[in-house]
Every structure is written in C-alpha cells, then in structure tokens.
C-alpha cells in the first residue's frame, strides 16, 4: 500500500477538486483507491468534503461502500478555523489520526490523504500539516492557485517541503484568474520550472509517473 498526501499552498485552492480527479485517474489504472481527510473543520452537520471524497471513492472501491464521512475522518470541528484553534477542548492526537490512517490504509492499493489548508496549518501547538506528511513517509502532491500572486505562495511552500527534504511534485489549478495566467505568471514558470503543469492538462501523465516509480 501507498499513502499520497495532498496539500496545497492554503485554503481554497483545490485539494478536494485535485483529489477527486487522482481517484477517478488512478481507479481507471485498476488500482483500489482509499480516501482519508484526516481532520475537517466548518462541519455543521456532515463534513462536506469528507462526504464528496467518500461518495466518489466507493463509486470505485466496493470496500469503502459501508463506510459514512465520518468513517474517513479522525477529527471534525465545527469552527471554521486551523484544526489546532478549532480544537477548543484540544482533543486532537497525532496518534489518533496515525491510527485512522493505516486503519483505511488495509482497504485499498493507494491512499490518498487530503490534508487541511495549506502546509503550515497547525494541528497542534508544535505539529503542523507537513509534520503529518512527514511523519507518514508519503509522497507528496503540492497543489497551487492560477490567481494572481501565487508565484509567492508557490515559493514558499516548495522551500518548506524543501526544508524537511520531502519528496513532493506541483501543479497548478487554473481556476482563479485563469485568463491572465497566462502572462502575469506562466512566464515565471516556464524559465523556471518547465516541467510544471495543471491539474487540468498533466493529471493523466501525473499518474502513469507515479506509478512508474513502484513498478
């Protein structure tokens, strides 16, 4: 079994859009692919993503089928904030979430992990989400916006996987300002990074590379 953990440069950028694309993508490779959110916060009721990534992960694993939102979760808060401020009562425990993990993990070839907000979010006091990816071994896929400033936020998050020696890949959801992409930051990119991509034009070759290194 593998554990892919998606992050992203911050909050709404499309980790949950990216990911349910890898497990459609991934499930069409005839692998059995596993979900986990491992914390959600901003539940009211039912954790929404948690319930969009489950609903799309049993239309292609038969052994989450029995399985409720809350079944891929570990924590879920109800203030929309970091997992470690929302966490009031501070519940959370890292072996908690570790526990969760490998418990979905006996179900499936590939686990795709979503973390929460963006690299640096705290789940506790001194353990952030990248501590999380760190500490599962997981390859790591770094999802960043189109919008207009991303090359900064873009930067930074490479310099903090960096930092922890990662191993991680990158790509672009070109949604926001997707039309003035092209030239306020595709330039930068391209004599930088020339082998950068999108979510909407690199997944299908994102997964045949990724597949390649355990084959």
């Known amino acids: ?8 440069t911050g909050t709404d950028v499309g980790k949950t859009y990216t ?40 239309s292609v694993n038969p052994a989450f089928e029995s399985l409720t939102p809350t079944d891929i979760t570990a924590y879920t808060f109800s203030l929309p904030a970091a997992p470690f401020c929302a ?46 990816a760190k500490k599962l071994n997981a390859k790591i896929l770094l999802v960043t916006p189109s919008r207009l400033g991303c090359i900064n936020e873009t930067l930074l998050s490479i310099e903090a996987l960096k930092s922890r020696e990662i191993d991680f890949d990158w790509c672009v959801n070109l949604f926001e300002d997707k039309d003035d992409f092209p030239k306020v930051t595709q330039p930068f990119y391209d004599a930088v990074y020339p082998g950068w991509w999108s979510v909407q ?15």
């Open 87 to 132: 966490d009031t009562q501070q519940i959370i425990r890292i072996g908690t979430i570790l526990e969760k993990i490998d418990e979905l993990a006996q179900s499936c070839d590939l686990l795709i992990v979503e973390g929460a907000g963006g690299l640096m979010v705290p789940i506790t006091r001194d353990f952030m989400m990248i501590d999380l």
């Open 201 to 215: 034009e690199g997944l299908e070759r994102y997964t045949d590379r990724y597949l390649s290194l355990f084959s």
């Open 19 to 58: 990911t349910l694309q890898l497990i459609q993508a991934f499930s069409r490779r005839k692998l059995r692919i596993g979900i986990c959110k491992p914390i959600e916060t901003g539940v009211v009721d039912t954790p929404v993503d948690a319930t969009v990534l489950l609903k799309t992960c049993q």
């Open 1 to 8: 079994m593998q554990t892919l953990f998606v992050t992203a």
